[in-house]
């Protein structure tokens, strides 16, 4: 395969181009408008005025007139061709101060988010030197020191003294964005930082960065203003400031030459204007959402999946033996699962149900290697294709997750990042494990978008453009796109309505079996995983206490556990009855359970027996294994036969 380099990360506003920008927005027009019409007067300064801005060859003092459109300065200067002189080098200090200190404060604030440590703090604490410092003092302090360096010294030390702003509002809101689930779900998927850095992050700051370079642009035209003013500037070259300097100087306004001032000031404030009115324009086109607030969002066709052949398991594709994992916290270690063993095999669809905090997502998540702290795996393997995750050194398992198996969480649907195609984060899962080709990454999206059942022109959409069930089909398509042998689903629909749940739900089947990809599949809803699964294990506290094929466990439920979660919910079919939660309430898992974990809710519990040792785990019919002494050949044994028959049947 030839493999072409794609087009490098970029930032969104930048993808818009200035011309779709100016469309969409008026105020961004109004603005960039009033800049043009400055920047082309600067430009055409001399042939819209034959006058040397420098040299007095006129009257002083003159009012306002056809030939002198704002008059004349007290020394002889035309003011209107000042102010058209004036323009250029005021424009030019405004746009490259912001220019360096919007680069430096992006870098800077981003990069101490993003990296964090000492290095994250270091730069920290410069920013926050930086931000006590008194501006105006320090600008005067800095150009005293660099007079004589004409425009370019002033614009270095309002960049420097400019940038620790921008900084900590980057930072803050880069540490906000680094903890969001499309940026975690982007180190999941094995992007690295740059790409992280520039392609998830940057854009979602866009706005920001614009604000930032206006609000620098106009405190830059401000400030040489002020130093100009008080004549630190270089009152030799003729700026909007200087000609202020040069009207205060000479006492304008004594004289009633009011236009001297109001000349210039205006100039300024109409900048400014125009800095906040492309600075609103700029929010409106980099956050999609506030673009498109009108439009409805179009709801999704349904396409049916045919049905394929199911896969015959043979030997354990995916087995998590022996697996201890919980979370470390001050009051001690939370052991949220314990010596679970499970085997999932190829093509097959492993229900995992159980009450809430009974543990499921600390299995996803240890097993898989998603458990970050305080989560803590102690003890146990978790072998894909026989080789162990937990022993994988992070390039190791950088390479095998996505490519080999990929997870789809609760609410996942918030992993896509809001400024960013659909498209675009489709193809960045492929990109992150080299698959570079566009035709290849389009044909694909294509294909993975059919697959899961969503027309292939939303492929173009934003995030907010589609209905919660699209969002989330696209997430699996996203999961789906390197053909994973396995997919760990933790309640990937709880947050759907249960209609379009059962459509996605179907989807996933149809998907499953077309692919021939294994699923593990997270739920409270047993009745819904006894739809769908092949096979279902019962999680409680931490424990997996039955498993076994969903119609041996729909029709011959033995743990007294499971038989009181399927009565927990209503029937598949039939007439509606009231259902009975069960009573009480399960273990805490930061102590020690010697015994059965159901033992203090079970009806059929026996003291001195259940409560004292770990029931094994028997399996009654093949496949279908529980771990519960009415089963065990212990009691049986030891039991008379009518109390076991009494039991047993409960
Ligand atoms: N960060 C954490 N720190 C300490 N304890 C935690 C943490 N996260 C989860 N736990 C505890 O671990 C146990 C198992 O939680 P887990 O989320 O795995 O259960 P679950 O069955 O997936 O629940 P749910 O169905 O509500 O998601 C619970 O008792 C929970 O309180």
């Known amino acids: 395969m030839t493999s072409v380099s794609v087009t490098p990360p970029r930032l969104r506003l930048l993808a818009f181009g200035p011309w779709r920008i100016l469309r969409r927005s008026p105020r961004a027009t109004a603005g960039a408008a009033i800049i043009g019409l400055m ?63 919007t680069t430096i404060g992006t870098s800077l604030g981003v990069a101490s988010a993003y990296f964090g440590g000492r290095g994250g703090e270091a730069i920290n604490t410069l920013t926050n030197v930086f931000l006590v410092l008194p501006g105006l003092p320090l600008l005067i302090v800095a150009s005293a020191f660099l007079r004589g360096g004409g425009v370019w010294s002033i614009i270095v030390v309002i960049a420097l003294t400019g940038w620790a702003w921008g900084a900590r509002v980057l930072r803050s809101q880069a540490l906000t964005l680094r903890t969001r689930d499309f940026v975690q779900a982007a180190v999941v998927t094995g992007e690295g930082p740059g790409r992280i850095i520039f392609r998830e992050m940057l854009p979602n700051l866009a706005g920001i960065i614009a ?31 200087t000609m202020l300097y040069w009207a205060q100087a000479k006492q304008s306004l004594l004289h009633g030459a009011w236009w001297w001032v109001m000349a210039p000031g205006l100039s300024i404030a109409l900048l400014g204007t125009a800095f906040a009115l492309l600075n609103f324009g700029i929010d409106e086109i980099s956050n999609p959402r506030a673009r498109h607030s009108g439009k ?52 097959e669809f492993l229900g995992l149900a159980g009450e809430s905090g009974c543990g499921k997502s600390t299995l996803a998540f240890a097993a898989t290697r998603l458990l970050d702290a305080p989560g803590v795996v102690f003890s146990g393997e978790a072998r894909l294709a026989g080789q162990d995750l937990l022993a994988l050194s992070s390039e190791e398992l950088r390479q095998v997750r996505w490519r080999e198996y990929s997870m789809v969480f609760q609410a996942s649907m918030n992993i896509l990042n809001p400024v960013l195609r659909v498209r675009e984060q489709v193809f960045d899962a492929m990109q992150a494990h080299g698959v570079t080709d566009p035709e290849r990454l ?86 819904l995983l006894i739809e769908m699964s092949d096979r279902i294990a019962i999680m409680y506290a931490g424990e997996v206490v039955e498993e076994a094929p969903a119609s041996s466990l729909y ?14 919910f209503p029937p598949l079919s039939g007439p509606r009855e009231r259902r009975d939660g069960i009573p009480g309430r399960p273990p805490s898992l930061a102590q020690d359970l010697p015994g059965c974990p159901f033992f203090e809710r079970c009806p059929s519990r026996m003291p001195g027996h259940c409560d004292t040792r770990k029931p094994a785990t028997v399996e009654v019919s093949p496949g279908h294994k529980v771990a519960c002494f009415l089963h065990s050949p212990v009691v049986q044994a030891t039991q008379p036969q009518e109390e076991r028959h009494a039991l047993a049947s409960d």
């Open 442 to 527: 389009e044909a694909r999206a294509r294909e993975l978008f059919n697959l899961v059942g969503i027309r292939e022109d939303y492929l173009s959409a934003y995030p907010h453009q589609l209905s919660g069930g699209m969002k989330q089909r696209v997430v699996i398509a996203i999961a789906l796109a390197l053909e994973p042998k396995i997919v760990v689903m933790d309640e990937p629909t709880t947050a759907l309505d249960v209609v379009v749940q059962r459509q996605i739900l179907q989807e996933i089947d149809g998907v499953r079996k077309r692919l021939g990809i294994s699923i593990i599949f997270i739920t409270h809803d047993l009745s």
């Open 211 to 241: 604000a930032n370079f206006f609000s620098t642009a106009l405190f830059a035209v401000l400030s040489e203003a002020a130093l100009s003013f008080i004549g630190i500037g270089d009152v030799s070259q003729v700026t909007w400031g």
């Open 555 to 568: 029709t011959g439920a033995k743990h007294p556990y499971t038989t009181r979660l399927m009565t927990a």
């Open 296 to 347: 409805a969002t179009r709801v999704l066709r349904r396409r049916a999946a045919p049905r394929v052949t199911v896969q015959q398991p043979g030997d354990a594709l995916f087995s998590v033996r022996h697996l201890n994992a919980g979370y470390a916290t001050p009051g001690g270690s939370v052991r949220a699962v314990r010596g679970v063993s499970l085997d999932v095999h190829p093509g």
């Open 39 to 101: 920047v082309l007067l600067a430009l055409l300064a001399s042939v819209v005025s034959h006058a040397d801005p420098n040299t007095g060859t006129f009257d002083p003092w003159l009012n306002p007139s056809a030939t002198h459109l704002l008059g004349t300065t007290a020394l002889g200067q035309d003011i209107f061709t000042q102010l058209l002189y004036g323009a250029r080098l005021t424009l030019l200090i405004g746009f490259a101060s912001a220019l360096i200190a």
